[in-house]
């Protein structure tokens, strides 16, 4: 490791993807989802809709599709379908030797960085949504042994990491939204009850970066937290279609340990393809424009390193 300065700040990121998991559902009530409103609180959140090939639309970004694979790869990429190649979950014609997920970009552009992934959908590790080059890819699969069990082990995994040894990049996957929302539909106590179990694993998660922080050897950490989803749901269940409830999705962007921001901070219409150029930006890694990366960088906190230095 040559990058490692014990005098600076050091930046970290951790990004939790929730399968399906539709804005008005989450902040319903703080009862239905206790630590992501309190991550809201002290960060920031907003919404946007997925391109749709509509005319109020980008007109360079066609259409995003309202699937996982597609979501997921615009997720990880900063591309939308046009680029990435992936329309449905079959995941025919992805393109992620032109345009690879930002753990892989973080990875090449610094050798030392240990980055990982924990997910329930093995397909991001099996079609190469998360490639190679990610230092440690663990998948539990949701579609054999349902999602709560297999985001429990996520979970655990990803906690084992953030407890006992020092990734600077973190990606994790939960599936169980999606899951109960095609069983019963977003609307059904069992959403609420995927919901919950989700944010539960959320909330463990900040709390090991919070135990970092107290720990004198990590103390210089600078965590970077983004929560975000890939699609919506009709009020039936199920996606895949236009409807603004199947194509609205939502970015929480929150700086535990750092400066406060004034609660209820709105980040403004933040789309899925702005996480991977933020998440680079945040481990102080240049965007090349060679990459082609359709997204932005999302605005942080006003003085993100005054009470870090
Ligand atoms: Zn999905």
Same mark, same amino acid.
């Given at each position: 490791m040559t990058d490692v300065n014990t005098e600076a700040p050091r930046p970290k990121v951790l990004l939790v993807g929730m399968d399906g998991l539709r804005y008005d559902r989450l902040t319903r009530?703080? &009862?239905? &989802?206790p630590v992501l409103h309190a991550l809201m609180a002290t960060g920031a959140v907003g919404t946007s809709l997925l391109p749709y090939g509509r005319a109020d639309d980008e007109p360079s970004t066609g259409t995003a599709y309202t699937d996982s694979g597609p979501g997921w790869s615009s997720v990880l990429t900063g591309v939308w379908p046009d680029r990435h *190649?992936?329309?449905?979950?079959?995941?025919? *014609? &992805?393109d992620y030797a032109r345009y690879p997920d930002f753990l892989t970009r973080a990875a090449r552009a610094r050798p030392g960085l240990r980055t990982v992934a924990a997910v329930s959908w093995p397909a991001l590790v099996r079609r190469g949504t998360l490639g190679r080059t990610i230092g440690r890819r663990v998948r539990h699969n949701g579609e054999s042994r349902g999602y709560e069990t297999a985001d429990r082990r996520v979970a655990r995994t990803a906690l084992r990491w953030l407890t006992t040894s020092d990734p600077d990049v973190v990606f994790v996957y939960f599936g169980a939204t999606d899951e109960a929302g095609h069983d019963t539909g977003p609307l059904s106590p069992a959403y609420d009850r995927a919901l919950l179990a989700q944010d539960g694993h959320l909330g463990r998660l900040l709390a090991a970066i919070g135990a970092r922080a107290s720990d004198p050897g990590r103390a210089e950490e600078h965590w970077t937290v983004l929560v975000t989803t890939d699609h919506g749901h009709l009020d039936s269940g199920g996606h895949g279609g236009d409807s603004r409830a199947e194509r609205e999705v939502f970015v929480v962007l929150a700086e535990p340990g750092g400066p406060a921001r004034p609660a209820g901070t709105r980040l403004d219409t933040p789309r899925l393809v702005d996480i991977a150029p933020t998440v680079l930006d945040r481990l102080g890694i240049p965007v090349d424009p060679a990459w082609g990366l359709q997204g932005r960088v999302l605005p942080g906190p006003t003085a993100p390193t005054s009470e870090w230095s």
């Open positions: 009530s703080p &009862a239905h &989802a *190649g992936v329309t449905g979950n079959d995941f025919k *014609g &992805a």
